[in-house]
């Protein structure tokens, strides 16, 4: 498998070791992916702060993007350490369907143990109990 145009385009800014990871994970992954983020801006991270406070939808993080960071903004060496993906099955990248986390499952535990060949240290959104983010994977720090 190889990435769509979009997936390659989220990878710009994106820290080199984690693009290395994603890349590789391509390759043999048991299901095709899509990096839906990479890098955000200031703005866009406001915007998904503003979801369940302010703007309609349920709260999707807890990074306000100017006190409280997210990973996906650039850090100060010019990298973004996150990224965001999600299955391509059925023509299409899918979000909500019932499939959805038991494919990213199979997906982060391939991602994983490409990681751990690699010696690029990993932390899972699908791992975490608050809040719970399964397509979120960043660099450990």
């Keep these: 498998m190889n990435y769509s145009k979009r997936s390659i385009d989220n990878l710009k800014g994106v820290h080199p070791s ?4 994603m890349m590789e994970a391509i390759k043999k ?16 991270q406001k915007s998904l702060y503003a979801q369940g406070r302010t703007a309609k939808g349920g709260i999707v ?9 997210s990973n996906h903004q ?9 990224v965001d993906i999600y299955p391509y099955f ?16 199979q997906i982060t535990d391939h991602i ?3 990681a751990m060949k690699l010696g690029v240290k990993l932390d899972f ?6 809040p719970f ?6 660099i450990k720090q």
């Design 18 to 21: 984690l693009v290395t990871v």
């Design 112 to 114: 994983k143990s490409v």
């Design 29 to 44: 992954s048991p299901c095709d992916f899509t990096i839906t983020e990479g890098v955000r801006t200031a703005e866009r």
């Design 74 to 82: 650039v850090k100060a060496d010019g990298f973004g350490y996150a």
């Design 90 to 105: 059925d023509g299409k990248v899918q979000v909500s369907v019932k499939d959805v986390i038991p494919r990213l499952k």
């Design 133 to 138: 983010d399964p397509p979120h994977i960043q």
């Design 61 to 69: 993080t807890y990074a306000d993007g100017v006190k409280n960071k």
């Design 125 to 130: 959104g699908i791992d975490w109990k608050k």
